[in-house]
């Protein structure tokens, strides 16, 4: 008798085969059987021709903290996410010591758009190491199941307290990260992350520590991968860090690099395509380099209370540390608003914000004729410059104007490109970030509605490729991502003629009641991990037993 029979469905592989009609049978939360099975099961279920295809891996998460409040990493698992990996960027929380607890939320308060009290409210701070981290994740369990980055803002944070996030490292830093990324991965991490990224900052505008680390220091640390024998190194590039320089470090580790966050931009519309040339170039030669692209655009919902849009602006920085009084009266300054026009008019090689006030739009204001209209429109039926229009209308309504902004992305044409690319991985939801600001955690259900269905760009075969064999492959992540027999039973079943991610809402349940966006998902019908499903047709399903894993084993690819 098998557990679970789903009969009569588009079985997709997740290897890139053809879809074809079957069934599948598990056992013991793993696959027993495909494509014909005459057994009976305690659970059956006809799938009446829906898709069924392997969990999506969401490659790019930052579950790190909600992960130990909110075991249900709410809410991929109901958007189809099977197996989730988490401390992307190097925004980990371990390791960590007592007494810098503060420091690293501080640190995490912009980059994750949450708030100091609910990071204070809610993180379980049960461990202090990156092993006594990962043992906490096991011994609690969670929904889906997760992979580990040990990250290099913690680890410079542990070594260097205060001072890593204002000067380089010195050799016997160097060396005692070393050590810290060495025990990590003996434990179970999945590799080594880190950023380079000027739009990273934690509070006050303190740049993450990673971006104090020089070359030097990148080279020592990548390094262990390589006496590691596995893992892969994961990166969020700032526009200076060059393709030639990571090459590099995965020739002299061996190792898969991942490079973030490639998101295309209409006023420098080529650099993403420069970027996964020498990607491609690099590959050539025999390194193993992929770009991490998006597919979704990268709208964001934001206050000037924290404008996560502009703080990545050289000429934003005077502003980044002030609060209150002092923070608006530098918002009203001539000198530093003509700076930021300055700024934004200069081409970039990346840049979230590239002065398309047409597509910043303002969502919520005490002026209800304003809502919904774009910057660029109100200031000119305003007569007005729009920067100045945005700060002074913000300023009159004590900073709590809601604008959205389409930053990135907006392109499809592009976009589409991106995504065919041999060279890419599809990735970047930043689910459990940013959680005010924008929401993708349901990017694979877009990829399956809209590059698929609407669109066209990709197939269905390469589309669940894309989320499942081919993260599975490069993360070394085993007997998962196909519908193979004696694989883990991390299933979706969805109905290829609806599917897609749900709009947007507001809610209210992070610790101390704090909003966050979150999404639903639509045409999902079922969500199975290691056979035990989580989520059904009206999302999630409450389990006493969670069912993920927590992965310290993996492939040594
Ligand atoms: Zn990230």
Same mark, same amino acid.
């Given at each position: 008798?098998?557990?679970?029979v789903?009969?009569?469905?588009?079985?997709?592989?997740?290897?890139?085969?053809?879809?074809?009609?079957?069934d599948?049978?598990?056992?013991?939360?793993?696959?027993?059987?495909?494509?014909?099975?005459?057994l009976?099961?305690?659970?059956?279920?006809?799938?009446?021709?829906?898709?069924?295809?392997?969990?999506?891996?969401?490659?790019?998460?930052?579950?790190?903290?909600?992960?130990?409040?909110?075991?249900?990493?709410?809410?991929?698992?109901?958007?189809?996410?099977?197996?989730?990996?988490?401390?992307?960027?190097?925004?980990?929380?371990?390791?960590?010591?007592?007494?810098?607890?503060d420091?690293?939320?501080?640190?995490?308060?912009?980059?994750?758009?949450?708030?100091?009290?609910?990071?204070?409210?809610?993180?379980?701070?049960?461990?202090?190491?990156?092993p006594?981290?990962?043992?906490?994740?096991?011994?609690?369990?969670?929904?889906?199941?997760?992979?580990?980055?040990?990250?290099?803002?913690?680890?410079?944070?542990?070594?260097?307290?205060?001072?890593?996030?204002?000067?380089?490292?010195?050799?016997?830093?160097?060396?005692?990260?070393?050590?810290?990324?060495?025990?990590?991965?003996?434990?179970?991490?999945?590799?080594?992350?880190t950023?380079?990224?000027?739009?990273?900052?934690?509070?006050?505008?303190?740049?993450?520590?990673?971006?104090?680390?020089?070359?030097?220091?990148?080279?020592?640390?990548?390094?262990?991968?390589?006496?590691?024998?596995?893992?892969?190194?994961?990166?969020?590039?700032?526009?200076?860090?060059?393709?030639?320089?990571?090459?590099?470090?995965?020739?002299?580790?061996?190792?898969?690099?991942?490079?973030?966050?490639?998101?295309?931009?209409?006023?420098?519309?080529?650099?993403?395509?420069?970027?996964?040339?020498?990607?491609?170039?690099?590959?050539?030669?025999?390194?193993?380099?992929?770009?991490?692209?998006?597919?979704?655009?990268?709208?964001?919902?934001?206050?000037?209370?924290?404008?996560?849009?502009?703080?990545?602006?050289?000429?934003?920085?005077?502003?980044?540390p002030?609060?209150?009084?002092?923070?608006?009266?530098?918002?009203?300054?001539?000198?530093?608003?003509?700076?930021?026009?300055?700024?934004?008019a200069?081409?970039?090689?990346?840049?979230?914000?590239?002065?398309?006030?047409?597509?910043?739009?303002?969502?919520?204001?005490?002026?209800?004729?304003l809502?919904?209209?774009?910057?660029a429109?109100?200031?000119?039926?305003?007569?007005?410059?729009?920067?100045?229009?945005m700060?002074?209308?913000?300023?009159?309504?004590? +900073?709590?104007?809601?604008?959205?902004a389409? &930053? #990135?992305?907006? /392109?499809? @044409?592009? !976009?589409? $490109?991106?995504? *065919?690319h041999?060279?890419?991985?599809?990735?970047?939801?930043?689910?459990?970030?940013?959680?005010?600001?924008?929401?993708?955690?349901?990017?694979?259900?877009?990829?399956?509605?809209?590059?698929?269905?609407?669109?066209?760009?990709?197939?269905?075969?390469?589309?669940?490729?894309?989320?499942?064999?081919?993260?599975?492959?490069?993360?070394?992540?085993?007997?998962?991502?196909? +519908?193979?027999?004696?694989?883990?039973?991390? &299933? #979706?079943?969805? /109905?290829? @003629?609806? !599917?897609? $991610?749900?709009? *947007?809402?507001?809610?209210?349940?992070?610790?101390?009641?704090?909003?966050?966006?979150?999404?639903?998902?639509?045409?999902?019908?079922?969500?199975?991990?290691?056979?035990?499903?989580?989520a059904?047709?009206?999302?999630?399903?409450?389990?006493?037993?969670?069912?993920?894993?927590?992965?310290?084993?993996?492939?040594?690819?």
């Amino acid at each position: 008798m098998h557990d679970l029979v789903i009969r009569n469905a588009l079985l997709v592989d997740g290897l890139g085969s053809p879809p074809r009609r079957g069934d599948l049978a598990v056992k013991d939360g793993k696959i027993l059987e495909v494509g014909k099975t005459s057994l009976s099961a305690k659970e059956t279920v006809d799938a009446d021709g829906l898709a069924l295809m392997p969990g999506i891996i969401d490659n790019h998460t930052h579950y790190d903290a909600q992960i130990t409040w909110d075991p249900w990493a709410s809410p991929s698992p109901a958007l189809g996410v099977t197996t989730a990996v988490i401390g992307n960027c190097g925004f980990t929380i371990a390791p960590c010591r007592p007494r810098d607890r503060d420091l690293v939320m501080k640190n995490l308060t912009q980059v994750e758009g949450m708030s100091l009290a609910v990071l204070r409210a809610g993180v379980r701070w049960d461990f202090e190491t990156v092993p006594q981290y990962l043992d906490l994740l096991e011994r609690q369990g969670s929904a889906l199941n997760v992979a580990v980055f040990v990250g290099h803002s913690s680890i410079r944070t542990y070594v260097m307290g205060e001072a890593a996030t204002e000067r380089a490292a010195t050799e016997a830093e160097i060396g005692s990260m070393r050590n810290l990324i060495l025990e990590a991965m003996k434990a179970g991490a999945v590799g080594f992350s880190t950023s380079t990224s000027p739009a990273h900052n934690g509070e006050g505008g303190k740049p993450m520590p990673s971006r104090l680390a020089d070359e030097k220091e990148l080279h020592a640390l990548v390094g262990c991968l390589r006496e590691a024998g596995r893992g892969v190194f994961m990166l969020t590039k700032g526009g200076h860090t060059r393709i030639d320089f990571l090459e590099a470090l995965a020739a002299a580790s061996a190792r898969p690099v991942v490079i973030a966050a490639l998101l295309h931009s209409s006023t420098n519309p080529d650099a993403v395509f420069h970027d996964l040339q020498e990607i491609e170039e690099a590959n050539r030669r025999g390194h193993r380099l992929v770009g991490a692209v998006s597919c979704c655009p990268l709208a964001m919902e934001f206050t000037l209370h924290s404008p996560y849009v502009f703080e990545g602006l050289e000429a934003w920085q005077p502003a980044l540390p002030l609060k209150g009084e002092q923070f608006k009266s530098k918002l009203k300054e001539k000198p530093f608003r003509d700076a930021l026009r300055a700024e934004i008019a200069r081409p970039a090689h990346f840049r979230l914000f590239n002065g398309e006030w047409q597509l910043v739009q303002v969502i919520q204001s005490a002026r209800g004729e304003l809502e919904q209209k774009s910057i660029a429109q109100l200031a000119r039926a305003a007569g007005q410059d729009p920067l100045d229009f945005m700060l002074d209308t913000a300023l009159d309504e004590n +900073l709590d104007t809601v604008y959205s902004a389409l &930053l #990135l992305n907006s /392109d499809e @044409a592009a !976009v589409g $490109r991106m995504l *065919k690319h041999p060279c890419s991985l599809v990735s970047l939801s930043d689910a459990g970030a940013h959680l005010t600001f924008f929401n993708d955690a349901g990017f694979g259900l877009h990829l399956l509605g809209h590059w698929v269905r609407e669109l066209g760009v990709l197939t269905l075969a390469d589309a669940v490729w894309r989320l499942t064999g081919q993260p599975a492959a490069l993360f070394g992540v085993k007997e998962r991502g196909a +519908l193979k027999v004696g694989h883990h039973a991390d &299933l #979706l079943l969805f /109905d290829p @003629a609806t !599917v897609d $991610r749900g709009p *947007k809402r507001r809610v209210f349940d992070l610790p101390g009641g704090n909003p966050r966006l979150t999404t639903g998902a639509v045409g999902v019908h079922g969500v199975w991990v290691n056979g035990v499903r989580v989520a059904g047709k009206d999302g999630a399903v409450p389990r006493e037993r969670l069912p993920g894993r927590l992965l310290r084993e993996f492939a040594v690819n």
